[in-house]
Every structure is written in structure tokens, then in C-alpha cells.
């Protein structure tokens, strides 16, 4: 019963065996044996090292994500406009509009070759005020609460001044420019002529965070501390100003949310030379919102963006527009996610054994037709038809 078993299975067998005797070893099959093995070898190391690695896999979803903040990072030296008359503002199609903006961010002062002359937290570095000018005319007194006038620009009768900046800040909700700075006591004794006048001829680096509604909008740098009045910028320093600003810049970085492995900002580095009079030089950006979750869940909730650029001169344009760098932003509809992910030991298992199995069956149908070529050219040899 066993012995009818055994020889069932034994007719199964898809190898069958030859004796060695009947083995004919040749020239031709050592070599392609050997060539196929290093192939193998290759083949399977480079799986191998595959298998080790991760893998990113990529998905192109709907945004259907709403209400959310996000931040926008950046690093930009302008070489010929002082710190002291450069400001960052921001406003998005929902009307929320922030003007000269001060934190988080920093700006570095440099001289001509670039060198860092000096770093500070702006809006910080203002002298102390000693015995300022009272609202109502008078000193201040000892035991006295300071409260500096507005100079007109109060929106109530509680209202006070007690800086340069309060007062540009009023200012600016009045709608006025401020032409009269000079006249202003804050800003005679906080030393802001000389602050200016000190950083003539000096260049700025700021660098910083904005967060900013997850809509369409725009962040700009401008010469000089901007209000907004009848969908126009204007400049509350034009006694300080020059003809003409030089806007050239350079964006060491620009990022829109945390950085992630892969991102591609295709600012960063990028750099413009002012060679015309006054302009305003535009980035269009698209940003694409991005997810990226690591091998180890992590995730990343970020940006890339794409870009397109513009100069536009002052000479052409409205005459309330206001020299600077412009970066205009729009989010896309479609959401891309990255998930790194390790290949299945079953799937490097199926690829090792395709990789053996195929190599070794082209090998024996290479040997084949060797083998059989040569036998066929020795038979015609042996009877004359090569003579």
C-alpha cells in the first residue's frame, strides 16, 4: 500500500534526475553560470537594500480641511533699506489686515558687505523716556502716572500715547500719515531721527513666523511703516524718505508650514538686483497643502507651493503705490499626502525568488541555444560544408 503511495508521488515529480554520467559539461556553460550567478548576487543584494529602506507612497486627495492657521516662515535681506524703515504687513480676503508687524520677528542690521552689525527682537531697543511730555501739556511729575498726548489722533479722552510707536500706531487708525515726527515728543526722545539717520546707508536682515489665516492673502515687506486707507498703502515717513528705494532682496528662505523630508522650496536661495527706479516686485504663489507621515506615524501637516514673479515700475502704476515686496498667496483645491512605508517581507520574499527563478531560466535557454548552436555548427564542419 505504501509502495503505491510512494510511487504516485514519485510520478509527480516535476525534477526529474539524469545521471552524472550522462552530464556534458562545457566552456560556454561555465561561463554563462558564472555570469548568471553575479547577476543574481547583484540582484539580490539590491533587493536586499530596498527591503531595508522605506518607501514614500504618494495620494492626491480633496482639501476638504476649513477654518484652520498657518505659518509662514521666512528669512530675506534687503541690502540698502535700513531696518528702522522696514515692515512686514499681512491681509487676506477676509478683510483681517495686520500692519507692522513686530512679533516674532527679528531684524539684523548689516553694513554693506552683509555683516551683522546688530540683532534684536523689533520693536525693542528704544531708550527710556526720562520726564516725557504729559497730555496735558505739562511734565511728568514724580508720583505721576505718564500719559503721553496723541497729538489729535486719540479715540477717546482715555487714550495715551507713551511711545513713537503708540503714536505711528494711532496714527495709522486715524487714517493720517505722519509727517510731523519731528515735532512729536515721544519720538524726539525715544531718538528716532537718529536711529534713522544712524542706519543710512546700512541694510537689514529680517527673519521670523507669521501665522496667518488658512486663505487667500498677502504678506508684504514695505519701506517705511504702512496704514491702509481706501484699498491703498501708504507710507507714514515721508519726511524720511528718499526719491527713490532700492528693493533688491534676497529670500534665504521661505517656507509655508513645518518643514518635512523632501520639501522643495523653490525660493529658497533666490535672489533679485534692483537695477530700475522705484518698483514693486510681486511673487504669485499656489501652495498645496501637504501631509507627510513617517515611518513611524509621525505626521506633518505642511505646505509646498509653486511660484511665478513680476516687477512692476512706480512709474506706470497708481502713484499711491508703495515700493516693496509683494508675495501674494492662494491654496489649492487638492491636497497631496506622503506616508513612508516599509516593503512587505512576503513582497521582498516573491521579488528574491523572481529574481533567482527568472535569471536562471533565461541562463539555461542562453545555454540551450549555445549549446545546441555549436553542436550543429561541429556536425556541418565534420561533413564538409564549411570547407
Known amino acids: 500500500m505504501m509502495n503505491t503511495v510512494f510511487n504516485k508521488l514519485r510520478n509527480l515529480d516535476a525534477y526529474p534526475k539524469i545521471n552524472e554520467d550522462f552530464y556534458s559539461r562545457t566552456l560556454s556553460g561555465g561561463i554563462i553560470t558564472l555570469v548568471s550567478s553575479l547577476a543574481i548576487l547583484l540582484l539580490v543584494f539590491s533587493e536586499f537594500t530596498l527591503y531595508l529602506h522605506t518607501v514614500t507612497e504618494t495620494k492626491l486627495l480633496v482639501d476638504t480641511s476649513r477654518g484652520e492657521t498657518f505659518h509662514i516662515n521666512f528669512d530675506v535681506t534687503f541690502p540698502t533699506i535700513p531696518c528702522t524703515l522696514l515692515s512686514v504687513d499681512t491681509m487676506d480676503i477676509s478683510g483681517e489686515q495686520h500692519h507692522d508687524i513686530k512679533h516674532d520677528i527679528i531684524k539684523k542690521r548689516i553694513n554693506a558687505h552683509g555683516d551683522v552689525i546688530e540683532s534684536r527682537p523689533d520693536g525693542i531697543g528704544a531708550p527710556k523716556i526720562e520726564k516725557p511730555l504729559q497730555r496735558h501739556g505739562g511734565r511728568l511729575e514724580k508720583n505721576e502716572t505718564y500719559c503721553g498726548s496723541c497729538f489729535g489722533a486719540e479715540q477717546s479722552d482715555d487714550d495715551c500715547c507713551n511711545s513713537c510707536e503708540e503714536v505711528r500706531e494711532a496714527y495709522r487708525r486715524k487714517g493720517w500719515g505722519m509727517t ?181 531560466t533565461v541562463a539555461g535557454i542562453i545555454d540551450s541555444f549555445v549549446y545546441h548552436g555549436q553542436r550543429k555548427i561541429k556536425k556541418k564542419a565534420e561533413i564538409g560544408k564549411f570547407r
Not at 280 to 293: A, C, D, G, R, S
Not at 319 to 330: K, Q, R
Not at 342 to 349: A, D, T
Open 180 to 360: 510731523n515726527a519731528d515735532l512729536i515728543d515721544q519720538c524726539k526722545r525715544e531718538g528716532f531721527f537718529e536711529r534713522i539717520k544712524e542706519e543710512n546707508g546700512e541694510g537689514c536682515n529680517i527673519h521670523g513666523s507669521l501665522e496667518v489665516n488658512r486663505v487667500a492673502g498677502n504678506f508684504h515687506f514695505a519701506a517705511g511703516k504702512s496704514f491702509h486707507q481706501s484699498s491703498f498703502f501708504f507710507d507714514d515717513l515721508i519726511s524720511f524718505q528718499k526719491d527713490s528705494y532700492n528693493i533688491s532682496h534676497r529670500i534665504n528662505r521661505l517656507a509655508f508650514g513645518e518643514y518635512f523630508p523632501g520639501v522643495v522650496n523653490p525660493l529658497d536661495g533666490g535672489q533679485w538686483t534692483h537695477k530700475t527706479s522705484n518698483g514693486m516686485y510681486q511673487y504669485f504663489i499656489k501652495v498645496v497643502p501637504t501631509i507627510y507621515t513617517d515611518i513611524r506615524g509621525r505626521t506633518v501637516n505642511s505646505n509646498q507651493y509653486s511660484v511665478t514673479e513680476h516687477f512692476m515700475d512706480l512709474e506706470f502704476i497708481s502713484p499711491n503705490a508703495h515700493p516693496g515686496v509683494y508675495f501674494f498667496y492662494d491654496f489649492s483645491p487638492i491636497k497631496v499626502t506622503f506616508r513612508e512605508e516599509h516593503i512587505s517581507f512576503l513582497h521582498f520574499i516573491t521579488n528574491i525568488c523572481a529574481v533567482i527563478g527568472g535569471i536562471f
